[in-house]
C-alpha cells in the first residue's frame, strides 16, 4: 500500500496574483498575501492530489491603500461577512500535448461555489540545498468576477466600463514535502523491537540449564544431617536394632538347621 504524502506551501517563495483591465486599456495586478493549503498525493504522484486551498481575502494587495479598502467593503469582497476564499479540487486531467494539465474545483467567493479548471504546468520535484524536498508549479485561470456577486463598476464616457469582468489568475506555487517520515521510521523501529520482545521465548520455555559446578553433596551434608550422625541416642538406635537383626537371623537358622 502506498503511503500518502502531505506537501505544504513554501510561504516565501509562492504567491497568488491576479490582473483585470483598466478602462479597458490597460491591466492592473494584485495578490493576496495571506494563504495556505493541504495538499496530499498518493506517493509523489501530483496527478493523485487532494488540494485545499483558502486565502484570506481582507490580505489583498494592489499598491493602493485607498483601492484595496474598496476591494474589502462590500462593493467587492466584503471582508467582514465573508473571511475566506476557497478551492477544493476535485479532477486532474491527463497530460496535454504541451505537458501541462487541467485541474478542476470548486472555488468560493463571497459565499457563492462555481466550478473552476485550472491549467496547472508542472515543474519538477528536488531537493534544496537544506536536504528540503520542494515540487513547482505554475497555476493559471480565468473567472467572472460578477458570477460572485462583484458586480461594482463605472460607465466611461467614451463606452465601455472602468473595470473588466474578467478576472486573470495567476499562481507560482513551491510546495514542501512535510510528511514526517523521522516520526514514520520511529514508530516503525518501536514496532520491530515489540516484535521481537514479543518473539522472545519465556522462562517456561527455556530449557533446563545444567550446572558446571562439581556436586559436593555426597561429601559434604548440612549441618542438620551431620547432627543426625554424631548423636548418641541415635547411634544407641542404631545398635539396638542392628542386635535384634542379628538374633532374629540366628533363630531362624537354627530352625532349619534342626529341620
Not at 44 to 67: C, H, L, Y
Not at 129 to 144: H, L, Q, Y
Not at 198 to 221: F, G, I, L, V
Amino acid at each position: 500500500m502506498t503511503n500518502k504524502t502531505k506537501w505544504a506551501i513554501d510561504q516565501s517563495h509562492s504567491e497568488i496574483s491576479f490582473k483585470v483591465r483598466h478602462l479597458m486599456i490597460a491591466h492592473v495586478k494584485g495578490s493576496f498575501k495571506i494563504f495556505d493549503a493541504n495538499i496530499y498525493t498518493t506517493g509523489k504522484d501530483f496527478k493523485t492530489a487532494e488540494i485545499d486551498v483558502w486565502i484570506d481575502p481582507a490580505s489583498i494587495s494592489t499598491g493602493d491603500e485607498n483601492r484595496d479598502e474598496h476591494l474589502k467593503n462590500a462593493d467587492f469582497f466584503d471582508v467582514e461577512n465573508h473571511k475566506q476564499i476557497t478551492f477544493v479540487s476535485s479532477t486532474i486531467g491527463k497530460p496535454r500535448e504541451d505537458g501541462n494539465h487541467e485541474l478542476w474545483g470548486e472555488i468560493t467567493i463571497n459565499g457563492k461555489t462555481k466550478n473552476l479548471k485550472l491549467n496547472v504546468q508542472f515543474g519538477g520535484i528536488l531537493n534544496d540545498p537544506w536536504g528540503n524536498e520542494k515540487a513547482g508549479f505554475t497555476v493559471s485561470g480565468k473567472i467572472n468576477r460578477t458570477d460572485f456577486g462583484l458586480v461594482w463598476n463605472t460607465t466611461l464616457e467614451t463606452g465601455g466600463f472602468m473595470v473588466s469582468d474578467e478576472i486573470i489568475i495567476a499562481c507560482e506555487m513551491e510546495l514542501i514535502n512535510t510528511t514526517p517520515t523521522a516520526m514514520t521510521m520511529e514508530l516503525i523501529d518501536i514496532t520491530e523491537t515489540t516484535k521481537i520482545q514479543t518473539m522472545k521465548p519465556s522462562d517456561k520455555d527455556q530449557p533446563e540449564k545444567t550446572s558446571t559446578r562439581p556436586n559436593y553433596s555426597a561429601d559434604h551434608t548440612s549441618k542438620d544431617n551431620d547432627a543426625d550422625h554424631t548423636s548418641p541416642e541415635n547411634n544407641a538406635t542404631s545398635t539396638t536394632t542392628a542386635a535384634v537383626t542379628t538374633t532374629d537371623n540366628t533363630a531362624q537358622n537354627n530352625v532349619s538347621t534342626s529341620n
